[in-house]
């Protein structure tokens, strides 16, 4: 167990393994293939080599980790779509991206619970890519008598629902400026020792991006474009055969999350509860992140053959499907006071407007139709 008073080191193995991938390519990396590296270097990366990444006590918290309440009030959209879908003898909850495992292991405790018609339904897969984090959902899930089928990729035909919480944002991404009005990618330098950055003409797909966009990042700012997510999400929909894409990310319209004004894009970087803005520094040891384009996002899955049925707050949509019901005191005649706070502390963080309350959800549909309770306050945030 590491304590406070521990150096914040580096990995220097992943250092080294990043070093030599940049002398292979001949001297320098795009950013995105040094943050894939930074991030999932098949063993060396900051996914792929720690089970502690995600929780109270780790780097970040995300809103599974805050409260069992947010697996409930997920458990409850699933089971509306379920009975959209004319109740299937079978629904594919399909959850990419689960780190730690403790939503799947909320969602169904909360079918067993209170919804045993549709927990008979369910069955539960795990897509992650990270076999550290892989096996650590199993653990969870284990502990608790659950069982759900683990994948590295998505399965194909499935009838239910397809969802993830802060996985696009975890994706990497290319860094991008702009110099006398042309577009210029950020390529990273190694000599051995520290990384140094360079700026190039950018991928061609990073052109087309921001041609489909039809504008470009302020001149002299930095911006990140996420290509694979985009492309997840066209996966995503040929997965399906019928039913729902559902997607819970930190991000902005593709106007906002370009605007001229944002000097230095949206890059930040997670160690222990403390952001920085620099992507070379606790190299394998601090978590990268960067927010989600929702227009493209919003049309790569238009263009697969996804119908958008609204884009919200998770504010909005965890408010809509009741949370608030946890804020009421308890009754009865010796109610746990202390259980009661620490509940509504949890409820308040996840409903945040300036904290996990501004993550946006975004309902896309293939051959399945809403209304769904957790839009039904959606002003497309
Ligand atoms: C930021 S964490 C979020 C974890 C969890 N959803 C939560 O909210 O606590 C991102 C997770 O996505 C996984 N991941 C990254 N790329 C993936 C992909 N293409 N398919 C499936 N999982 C992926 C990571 O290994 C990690 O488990």
């Known amino acids: 167990m590491s304590t406070e008073f521990e150096p914040v080191t580096e990995n220097t193995a992943l250092k080294a393994a990043i070093a030599s991938a940049i002398n292979d390519a001949g001297g320098a990396l795009p950013f995105r293939d040094f943050m894939q590296l930074a991030l999932y270097h098949p063993t060396l990366g900051y996914y792929t080599s720690r089970r502690e990444v995600i929780g109270r006590t780790a780097d970040y918290v995300t809103s599974p980790e805050l409260t069992p309440l947010f697996g409930a009030m997920l458990g409850r959209q699933l089971r509306e779509m379920w009975e959209r879908l004319d109740r299937p003898e079978s629904f594919d909850a399909v959850e990419a991206g689960p780190g730690t495992g403790i939503l799947a292991r909320d969602v169904l405790a909360w ?6 018609d549709f927990a008979a339904a369910l069955t539960y897969t795990l897509v992650e890519t990270s076999p550290t984090l892989a096996e650590r959902q199993r653990t969870t899930l284990d502990a608790e008598g659950f069982a759900a089928q683990s994948r590295d990729s998505l399965p194909s035909g499935v009838t239910g629902c397809i969802f993830s919480n802060e996985l696009l944002d975890a994706m990497p991404v ?12 950020v390529y990273v330098t190694s000599d051995g020792d520290s990384f140094a950055e360079e700026l190039r003409d950018p ?8 041609e489909a966009l039809s504008l470009l990042p302020g001149e002299g700012c930095r911006a990140e474009v996420n290509l694979e997510a985009p492309r997840w999400i066209a996966e995503a929909a040929g997965a399906l055969d019928r039913g729902y894409v559902l997607t819970f990310d ?3 319209s593709a106007d906002d999350l370009y605007a001229a004004w944002r000097d230095d894009g ?5 160690y222990r509860h403390n952001p920085s803005a620099d992507p070379y520094a606790r190299l394998g040891r601090q978590d990268i992140t960067s927010h989600v384009d929702f227009t493209t996002i919003r049309r790569s899955g238009e263009d697969a053959g996804l119908q958008t049925l609204g884009l919200t707050t998770q504010a909005q949509f965890l408010t809509a499907l009741g949370i608030g019901e946890a804020l009421q005191p308890p009754a009865g005649e010796r109610p746990d006071m ?13 409903i945040d407007p300036g904290g996990l309350g501004r993550v946006k959800v975004l309902v896309q549909a293939k051959a399945a139709a809403g209304p769904l309770t957790g839009l039904s306050a959606a002003d497309d945030a």
């Open 174 to 185: 290319h860094r991008v400026t702009v110099e006398g009005g042309a577009l210029r990618e």
């Open 111 to 116: 079918a067993a619970r209170s919804a045993p």
């Open 266 to 270: 949206t890059l930040l970087c997670f």
């Open 203 to 210: 991928h061609l797909d990073v052109t087309a991006y921001f």
């Open 250 to 252: 930190y991000g902005y």
């Open 338 to 350: 202390e259980e009661f706070f620490a509940r509504r502390r949890s409820v308040t963080d996840l």
